[in-house]
């Protein structure tokens, strides 16, 4: 009996062992996350840059938002976040010009940013025309000749061929992605490349989120 009792230990153990191994906790290097050949430079000093690049039609992104958001917040002081609103077709450009004119404007904000979520994936506005991005910041209070000359601005054509490089420095093909330190980059789909445990997309984030959690540990103690 006691023989049988220390196999089912040693078995138990064994489990364990392989569990963590495979816990995105402790991710690997081209499993979890991906490293970047080319590091891309970051101006946040000793705080750890933080990239977001998402969609608004993105119904991914959509779900992500708010467990990146309790996250960014238990984060505090130990990174600086950004969000990048990748490039698309035309049914992607007015909402990505909106994002972009909103954030140069200085209007954008967490609640603005839920706003624009929710009139796509619940009120069902896709936002895929210029017009109707003008009708939905009016209704936001916002003056509609001002954004609109924003909008249409070569300050803002500047900020997208800026979003396009940074799409293609980070070999960014689909979303949401995350990059973290100019480093590293990883995904909920990346995040459960190792263990394939996830049956949820509430598992996929709830892995994504740890995996983001080493990597900014790791990227914070290089900065010391």
Not at 30 to 36: A, H, I, M, S, T
Not at 43 to 72: M, N, Q, R
Not at 170 to 183: C, E, F, K, L, N
Request: proline letters at 4%; hydrophobic letters at 45%.
């Amino acid at each position: 009996m006691r023989f049988l009792k220390l196999i089912l230990g040693a078995l138990t153990l064994s489990a364990f062992a392989v569990t963590a191994a495979a816990s995105p906790a402790d991710p690997k290097a081209g499993v979890e996350y991906q490293v970047l050949t080319t590091p891309q430079p970051t101006d946040t000093g000793k705080k750890v840059e933080v990239l977001e690049f998402f969609a608004y039609y993105c119904p991914h992104c959509y779900a992500f938002e708010p467990s990146l958001e309790a996250w960014i917040k238990k984060q505090g002081d130990n990174i600086v976040f950004k969000r990048v609103h990748v490039s698309g077709g035309d049914a992607v450009s007015p909402q990505q010009k909106l994002y972009l004119t909103l954030d140069a404007m200085g209007l954008m904000n967490d609640q603005m940013h839920n706003k624009i979520f929710n009139e796509m994936h619940v009120a069902r506005n896709r936002l895929n025309r210029d017009e109707l991005v003008f009708d939905f910041v009016a209704k936001q209070g916002i003056d509609r000749q001002k954004f609109m000359d924003a909008y249409r601005s070569f300050g803002i054509g500047g900020r997208i061929r800026h979003v396009n490089a940074l799409m293609e420095a980070y070999h960014v093909d689909s979303w949401p992605m995350v990059a973290i330190d100019g480093r590293f980059v990883t995904s909920p789909s990346l995040a459960d490349a190792g263990s394939k445990s996830a049956n949820s997309e509430t598992q996929l984030h709830a892995e994504a989120l740890q995996v983001m959690d080493a990597l900014v540990a790791k990227a914070k103690a290089e900065k010391k």
